[in-house]
């Protein structure tokens, strides 16, 4: 629907032929105008006749920037000069550049000037101060626009080309935090088509003309498109403006219309003909509008937005149009917005004491609230004798009790795990091993797209989603996706097989009317889908509902599966903190066995589950929000397990100069390796195009990192053939002094620990973890013949590696002793081959007492001694 202005207003003839610009001031009581001659008019709103004119002024100014006290002008010549309003004369030169100014724009207090000219710097000069000045030239371009945003934190430079460049303003010298590209073309500084850079009054996102002729939003939280006010121009956009309060958008263009859009919808509210537009000013509380052309007129139009639609610049601050607005997925328990037209209170009103009878007891004594009179003013009594809640209780639901008032425990929020939130109109639904899905949002519906990394034995597919799924999982069987409840119409939960011999190929299932997915996951055998009304619901394969229940730590967080088994994550008590233990559950749902219930899931105070997944090996894992890699060991036994470190991401060796920052995005444990996405410059998802997979090896933190010196290297020996007697392999290098790399040599001050025992301790470690989770599946499974043959060789694998730390310890001198002794107490080996490899180790390094003590320890094994401290060895 569109709309006309009720009387066309009068052309002004303000400046001679030429570029002509326009601003108001900040309290909308005058408009200033520049054009190609020497004269600046100022208009003052609500008068018809002539204006006051700055005769005294440089031709060919190109920009105008105003506020209450004083405007700023930017030449042809370069000068930018500042005019004040009390005399309407001349007061002095900001700033003088070598080449053109194109553009000027005051900061939102009006203490800095940004200009922009021809030359590949932009100046920032202090209004009062012009010695201070600050340059930002990272863009190393012409800029053609600026624009500050409504906090003066930002500046966003439109550059010729085509690359919108963000500074940030807060530090003592600007960064550049982002650079934008593939929204705005590529023109000259002196082109008519606008590349302005229109920041929304929210402050959120910011609108600028594309070279499709159409206008893009993009929001400052991600950087990423959002929607798009199209097919309203044929021609290049000349200018753009957002009304005060972010309802409206105008819009003009070579085609000669002038354009009002709703910013809700999109649509065109008004159209008019005008052409040669090149900016447009809104008056900042009135129905009002001015705009200029290049035959130097200006248009004042009042009542310029129809009856029909006026209504619209009387709405409170409107939201900036989001495809999905990016903070809606952010943590539930963020302080909820104020609602429109009420404010915050300053300071919270005194409450009652925890020793008051209503906090004692469930029941309502009566209306006291009158009993406190402020009689002093000093606002502990407010709405005091009132009968019914407050005007703003209700504002987010019901009148709440007072006892809920005084605490409100923060829960953990529901995630799925591999998923990314929306980014402008795209988002990942599925990331690991086998592929990825993703989904792009397209208004009407999304496309779904489904890659795999291994084309030989899957191929990618894609298809139009009508549902609007917002979860999926994927394996090598198959694709499972969910989507919300919406309206009348139910959750649904489809899964795709990749492989089928029937003409049916998919099944769906609806939830209950009003049950919404939380998450869900797929293995070999069932599918898990837990929802808001607190069930968790397992299905075969194909559907067969197989089990249903209600665990006992609500709300539900998340899950995961692996073959038969589920993990379930959810709230428990709430600690002291105010936030709830997060409490996991896993089963075996076939055997319809509890192997851990309702355990605690190992969260330092203040810290987020991220992820959980099971390894390729079937074992639990979590990633936390300090970049901390766990698994669960011996989680098949009911009680006894136990969360175990892997990785700290934050001590790998990448980031040890602490020039990078990084954030690593969990796929998946696989391997031995932990597979992740690096994440560059702060971000905490993947987006598109999709980043490489990276992997890191595992690395128990278990110390800070050593210090570092050079020292020369020195030859190495041979040690005796020691490990060939063992299993038939190659001599193994020992070496007789330090380090062979001539870069350093590190040393635990105190304690003599060098970095090859530190490599070796971790060795120890990590193959002491694999032989406890190997030793387990063994255990509680028919294990295979394979299975116990790789358990055979991980404990000769450990046994390798203590002897190897024996050499070491017997290398440093014979007051490492005791430390040497308590490494062949450790050895697994029970048929005394490796004690006696020991001996030989001890006898080479002419150790002979240390030798005496581990042939002891033999003959104590042998014979059977001190076995019941030695038989649990699994880690």
């Known amino acids: 629907m569109s709309s006309l202005i009720a009387s ?290 200006v248009f004042i139009c009042p009542d310029f937005v129809s009856e029909q639609f006026s209504g619209m610049l009387r709405l409170p601050k409107q939201p900036a149009p989001f495809i999905h607005d990016p903070l809606a997925e952010i943590s539930a328990n963020g302080r909820k917005p104020e609602a429109n037209g009420h404010k915050p209170l300053a300071a919270r009103p005194r409450r009652d004491s925890l020793e008051s009878l209503d906090n004692l007891l469930n029941e309502d004594y009566g209306d006291l609230d009158d009993f406190v009179v402020d009689d002093d003013g000093a606002g502990y009594a407010p709405n005091v004798g009132r009968k019914r809640p407050a005007e703003d209780d209700g504002i987010y639901g019901a009148h709440p009790s007072k006892r809920s008032a005084y605490f409100q425990a923060q829960h953990h929020e529901s995630f799925q795990p591999g998923s990314t939130p929306w980014r402008g109109n795209r988002k990942y639904l599925a990331l690991n091993l086998i592929g990825f899905v993703w989904t792009v949002d397209q208004d009407s519906h999304n496309t779904v797209t489904v890659e795999f990394y291994d084309h030989e034995y899957h191929r990618d597919f894609h298809f139009t989603d009508t549902f609007l799924y917002d979860k999926a999982c994927l394996n090598d069987n198959g694709t499972l996706f969910s989507c919300p409840p919406k309206d009348d119409t139910p959750a649904v939960v489809l899964y795709r097989p990749h492989e089928t011999w029937t003409q049916r190929n998919d099944w769906r299932i609806r939830l209950p009317k009003g049950e919404a997915v939380l998450a869900m996951s797929l293995s070999d055998s069932f599918v898990t889908v837990t929802t808001t009304a607190n069930y968790v619901r397992v299905y075969t394969l194909f559907g067969i509902p197989y089990r249903v229940y209600r665990p006992k730590s609500s709300p539900i967080v998340t899950c995961a599966s692996w073959r038969d088994y589920v993990l379930t994550m959810g709230n428990g008590p709430v600690g002291a903190d105010g936030t709830s233990k997060l409490l996991y559950s896993i089963q075996n749902i076939k055997r319809d066995e509890i192997c851990q219930n309702e355990d605690t899931v190992a969260l330092p105070e203040g810290v987020s589950l991220k992820s959980v997944f099971f390894s390729d090996n079937g074992d639990p894992c979590i990633y936390d929000s300090t970049g901390t890699l766990l698994t669960l060991l011996h989680w098949r036994r009911p009680s006894q397990a136990t969360w175990i470190p892997l990785l700290d991401t934050k001590l790998l060796p990448r980031l040890a100069s602490g020039r990078k920052n990084e954030n690593y995005f969990p796929i998946a444990v696989a391997d031995n390796k932990f597979h992740c996405i690096i994440l560059k410059g702060g971000d905490q998802y993947p987006y598109f195009p999709r980043p490489l997979l990276s992997e890191f090896d595992f690395s128990v933190p278990l110390a800070s990192a050593p210090t570092r010196r050079k020292k020369a290297p020195k030859k190495k020996k041979k040690s005796d053939d020691i490990f060939g007697e063992l299993d038939g392999e190659d001599d193994v290098e020992m070496e007789d002094g330090e380090s062979e790399s001539e870069e350093e040599i590190e040393e635990e001050e105190g304690h003599g620990v060098t970095k090859e025992s530190r490599t070796l301790e971790q060795d120890y470690l990590l193959k002491g973890i694999q032989a406890a989770q190997l030793a387990d599946l063994v255990d509680s499974t028919t294990s295979s013949a394979s299975q116990r043959a790789a358990f055979s060789r991980l404990e000769l694998d450990i046994d390798k590696t203590l002897l190897k730390l024996l050499a070491i310890e017997c290398r440093e001198g014979e007051e490492r002793g005791m430390r040497a002794l308590e490494v062949v107490s450790l050895f697994r080996d029970r048929s005394g081959k490796m004690i006696d490899a020991a001996g030989k180790v001890a006898e080479r390094y002419g150790r002979t007492i240390l030798g005496e003590k581990i042939r002891e320890v033999g003959e104590k094994r042998v014979g059977g001694f001190g076995e019941d401290e030695e038989e649990d060895d699994d880690f």
């Open 8 to 297: 066309r207003p009068r052309p002004r003839p303000a400046h001679t032929q030429g570029a002509t610009h326009c601003a108001y001031t900040p309290d909308g009581s005058k408009l200033v105008t520049v054009g190609s001659n020497n004269t600046i008019r100022l208009y003052k709103t609500g008068s018809d006749g002539e204006p006051d004119n700055v005769d005294e002024c440089q031709e060919q100014n190109l920009a105008v920037s105003a506020s209450n006290e004083f405007f700023v002008a930017g030449a042809e010549d370069g000068t930018v000069s500042l005019y004040t309003f009390e005399n309407n004369m001349f007061d002095r030169f900001l700033l003088r550049t070598n080449l053109p100014v194109r553009d000027v724009a005051l900061s939102p207090d009006g203490k800095w000037c940004a200009v922009a000219s021809d030359e590949l710097t932009v100046k920032l000069v202090k209004v009062e101060d012009t010695t201070q000045q600050r340059t930002l030239s990272e863009h190393q371009k012409p800029t053609k626009h600026l624009s500050f945003d409504p906090k003066g934190n930002l500046l966003a430079l439109s550059c010729t080309d085509g690359v919108v460049y963000v500074y940030s303003l807060t530090a003592e010298h600007p960064e550049l935090i982002r650079k934008v590209d593939g929204v705005i073309g590529r023109y000259e500084t002196d082109a008519e088509p606008s590349t302005l850079v229109a920041w929304h009054p929210d402050g959120r996102a910011f609108a600028a003309a594309t070279p499709t002729k159409d206008i893009q939003v993009v929001s400052k939280n991600d950087w990423e498109k959002q929607r798009v006010f199209a097919n309203g121009h044929e021609g290049d956009i000349t200018a753009l403006a957002w009304s005060p309060n972010g309802a409206l958008l105008a819009s003009a263009a070579k085609d000669k219309k002038l354009l009002i859009w709703s910013t809700k919808d999109q649509n065109v509210v008004a159209r008019y003909e005008y052409p040669n537009v090149m900016d447009i000013a809104w008056h900042p509380t009135q129905n009002l509008v001015s705009f200029t052309t290049t035959n130097g007129e």
